[in-house]
């Protein structure tokens, strides 16, 4: 479906842009793939890297409006990758957070709007859900916004989409490079923030993979969540640092003990399919959807009343050996 297409991704040059990048140059015949993001070292760094003349990079943020409307003149595709994620930075710099992940996803969806744009699709976080943290309530503000868009898109054919999933093994500024450095600086002790806490987890190319199939699969308005695994941190610490003893150093601001992807309160709203869920609106479209069948001909039930897709009730489980498969 991509084949022909112009496809542009904002904060293109992050861990998610670059594998979906290749992604798409490997295995597509699209046209053009359009890098949107702020850092001009990283986007140079990405050319030499890629060397492909079906690339093209401009240097913008998500805040400005002008510069997106100006991007995305002749794009089929959106994926709105960009955002500020770092839970406790975001913390304590809670306007910068708003600007780019509200504001942020506002002047894209304008701006995809304009440029009639025929599919797009957002990337959330588990932590948009039941969020006690700024960076998770920035992400819930988005999706409603996504959600909504297609309320409000008048003639436009625009499909605006949410993908939603935990935490990516091996991306930048996560755990998992973390506790890689402290091994290979020798340290005598790994950060545990408590023994009890759970997160879920997907690989790269799963991430990738599952957004390039919510293109075919969306009718717009959805939140897909894929089924992913759940790991203990303190398995994860076994995993990466086996002789290396933790220590608990206590909850960070704004961290939840376990992650929850679809909240019981969504229940009513969601959809199980084989290897995923979709999570309904809450509102209705001036034209009906049937989100029980996907475009992809995929048959979905209803989930059982109080039904709550959480990190530490999940039926997948990753131990320490499966992790460093993974790596």
Known sequence: ???????????????????????????????????YSRDELKQSEMAMEFNDPRMRFFIGDVRDLERLNYALEGVDICIHAAALKHVPIAEYNPLECIKTNIMGASNVINACLKNEISQVIALSTDKAANPINLYGATKLCSDKLFVSANNFKGSSQTQFGVVRYGNVVGSRGSVVPFFKKLVQNKAHEIPITDIRMTRFWITLDEGVSFVLKSLKRMHGGEIFVPKIPSMKMTDLAKALAPNIPTKIIGIRPGEKLHEVMIPKDESHLALEF????????????????????TKLHEKGQKVAPDFEYSSHTNNQWLEPDDLLKLL
């Open 1 to 35: 479906m991509l084949d022909n297409q112009t496809i542009l991704i904002t904060g293109g040059t992050g861990s998610f842009g670059k594998r979906f990048v290749r992604k798409v140059l490997d295995t597509t015949n699209a046209k053009k793939i359009i890098v």
């Open 274 to 293: 084989e290897d995923f869920f979709i999570i309904q609106p809450t509102i209705s479209f001036q034209t009906p959807k049937d989100y029980t069948l």
